[in-house]
């Protein structure tokens, strides 16, 4: 089982003014986020635009980022799709790049939504590959809520072994926690408590404009600097709160860009912020600087 305590840096994909990826940024921030001292990087992940990417180009940005990675921190690909035979081509392909995991999504449009249909989806791909699953909660999004009942299911998979918990629901989340399964936090906003809670770490797409300071965080509660961890969190807080409510891509891009760390443009469909959006953002972040 691949180690991926930490922080997962959920990527934003950066792109060209007219929605096309440009590659050689993609480079250059995999450098600035690993410099930063990231545990690991999550390619594809949902504030990397997953949905509106084509599987050619989730390919073309595995491939690049697994050999400019080459090890030097823990490589996750998205590999989520609505048809289960082109999941497992995308997660065979990046298995044979080196990744060290996969993001899955449940089967989320109008798919099988009770636990022995979800847990056949996940053991079909179990089967076909080699690598560690990470499930993937997030009901705000797909509509479906996995269970603690099916984590412990699909936890008894040979490669399901990780579940990222995005749903923001600490209750639920401690559940998970109390299973055999290692849990990953998704939800912004909740970070320092489910860290506190045993949470082996994030994927974490908020991480994109303040990299540095998510892996103090991580670093100060893993040390049982609670206090230290607290204050941290007291300047991070604000901009988190403001990205979670609606356009969450348009809002880590705007920041990251302030921050340094620019990832460009967005692909339609989505929009970029307004005026008033912009500065309630700069606004927001102003306790990082």
Not at 169 to 186: D, I, K, M, R, S
Request: proline share 4%; with cysteine.
């Amino acid at each position: 089982m691949s180690k991926l305590s930490g922080i997962n840096l959920a990527m934003q994909t950066p792109m060209h003014a007219d929605g096309s990826i440009d590659y050689s940024r993609w480079e250059e921030l995999i450098d600035a986020y690993i410099d930063a001292g990231v545990h690991g990087l999550v390619l594809g992940a949902g504030t990397g635009q997953h949905p509106y990417l084509t599987r050619q180009e989730c390919n073309q940005l595995y491939e690049i980022g697994a050999k400019r990675i080459n090890g030097r921190c823990k490589l996750t690909c998205q590999a989520s799709a609505l048809v289960v035979d082109e999941i497992i081509g995308r997660s065979r392909h990046a298995q044979d790049l080196g990744a060290d995991a996969l993001m899955i999504l449940p089967p989320y449009l109008e798919g099988p939504e009770d636990d022995d249909g979800l847990f056949e989806f996940y053991q079909t791909i179990d089967a076909a590959v080699d690598i560690d699953i990470i499930g993937y909660n997030i009901p705000q999004t797909t509509g479906i809520d996995i269970s603690v009942e099916l984590l412990r299911r699909l936890n008894g998979l040979e490669h399901f072994n990780y579940i990222k918990d995005s749903a923001g629901n600490l209750t639920t989340h401690q559940e998970y926690l109390a299973t055999n399964c290692n849990v990953l936090n998704g939800c912004d906003t909740t970070t320092v408590f489910a860290l506190l809670a045993g949470a082996r770490g994030c994927i974490w797409g908020g991480a994109n404009y303040m990299p540095r300071e998510s892996v103090q965080l991580y670093e100060m509660v893993a040390s049982g600097d609670t206090a230290g961890a607290m204050a941290l969190w007291s300047r991070m807080i604000p901009s988190l709160l403001y990205i979670w409510q609606h356009k969450y891509i348009p809002k880590v891009k705007a920041a990251s860009k302030l921050r340094g760390f620019d990832g460009g443009s967005l692909r339609a469909p989505l929009q970029g912020l307004s005026d008033d959006e912009e500065r309630e953002i700069a606004i927001r972040i102003e306790p990082l600087n």
